[in-house]
């Protein structure tokens, strides 16, 4: 099979683990026999940097050319007080949107291995498995009007939350399709007794949910669902929800397995898959060869699911991260104080072996 990437490195530790991330895909396509075509292009910091622009028409085209996306990191200090629309985070917004990429998946799984990383007791984690599936190109992140009016001292801000019935059904199909795959369990997360978005977001969600009658259905208000993730994650299944909550919750979900540098993303519902890691740009740590990059070689798993259909070669890699982490490696964001930290490309050099070691075992169970 051919497989047609773009790779879109991005700022401060994004490099780091694209380039891990990368490693592993290319294991996965010679060992699998597949045809891996990369193609290269500059986002965000790094693409102002060179073209003036956080996303120029060269790495647009590229990735609309391409299957799958893969991007590290966006975000760089130097530009925070640009222009909103020449920040590297725009350059992201509208990649999304160039995409149709309206389905943000995030899982959040806890690793036995790594249950001294967890602030939460063995018994309140263990088991967790969360799917959060965040609507990704509306509400507050996108609605208009937006602007910051008036003089110094008495100015005024106005952000805009806003959602369709179209853009609520389909984000909503989507969850209970990949609930129908799994436990069969939805909570969809809103704020409805408050917000006039969240009663629409309600009122659809549970007219979609009369098409899925094998999944259940049930609805929880943002804050008490922030609370319960802490006490109860187990009880979640796939979790359903708008832009900004989604974003907030699913890092929060990335605190309760024990780091952020574990949490993959897929974003789907265009022609074109966008995978990356959720955690940022960590500009703090870029260049110390210390970055976490499970995060992106998890999103490569993702990718190799979603776009590509290649179910047995996602599950090789992830047998290649619960492997590494069960040998004992760890990079310095989840080592305990008794436990030696390996660095970014050790860690991506350690799955990237087994993938190679492992893919002939795949290939012989499959004939």
């Known amino acids: 099979m051919q497989l047609r990437v773009t790779s879109l490195p991005g700022d401060g530790i994004g490099p780091e683990v694209t380039s891990q991330a990368i490693c592993v895909l290319e294991e996965i396509a010679t060992g699998f026999g597949h045809d891996l075509e990369l193609d290269e292009k500059e986002i965000g910091g790094a693409a102002l940097e060179k073209f003036g622009k956080p996303l120029p028409d060269a790495t647009i085209q590229a990735c ?36 149709g990429a309206f389905a943000n998946l995030r899982p959040a799984v806890f690793y036995p291995s790594l249950a001294t990383s967890s602030p939460l007791r063995d018994e309140v984690i263990k088991g967790t498995d969360i799917l959060i599936v965040r609507e990704l190109l509306g509400g507050l992140y996108f609605g208009e009007p937006r602007s910051i009016e008036g003089t110094s001292g008495r100015r005024e801000a106005v952000n805009t939350m806003r959602y369709s019935e179209m853009e609520i059904e389909r984000i909503a199909r989507i969850a209970f399709q990949l609930a129908q795959k799994r436990r069969k369990k939805l909570l969809s997360v809103d704020k409805a007794n408050v917000l006039e978005c969240s009663r629409l977001w309600r009122e659809v969600v549970t007219r979609v949910g009369r098409d ?156």
């Open 212 to 367: 899925f009658s094998d999944v259940q259905l049930s609805h929880m208000y943002v804050d008490s669902a922030a609370m319960t993730l802490v006490l109860r994650p187990t009880q979640f299944d796939v979790v359903l929800t708008e832009n900004m909550f989604g974003d907030i919750l699913s890092d929060q979900a990335g605190g309760v397995v024990g780091a952020l540098g574990l949490l993959a993303s897929a974003s789907i519902g265009g022609p074109v898959g966008l995978y990356e890691p959720v955690h940022g740009s960590a500009p703090d740590i870029a260049g110390q060869n210390i970055a976490n990059p499970l995060g992106a070689i998890l999103s490569v798993a993702l990718m190799l699911r979603h776009t590509f259909h290649l179910h047995k070669e996602a599950e090789c890699v992830e047998a290649g991260v619960i492997s590494t982490l069960m040998g004992g490696f760890r990079t310095r964001d989840i080592a305990g104080p008794e436990e030696r930290a390996v660095s970014t490309v050790e860690m991506g050099a350690q799955i990237a072996e087994f993938v190679r070691m492992a893919a002939g075992t795949y290939d012989r169970e499959a004939s």
């Open 64 to 99: 609309i050319r391409s299957q799958a996306v893969m991007l590290g990191a966006v975000g760089n200090p130097a530009f925070d007080n640009n222009p909103r629309e020449l920040r590297p985070e725009s350059g992201l917004l509208r990649l999304r949107q160039e995409l």
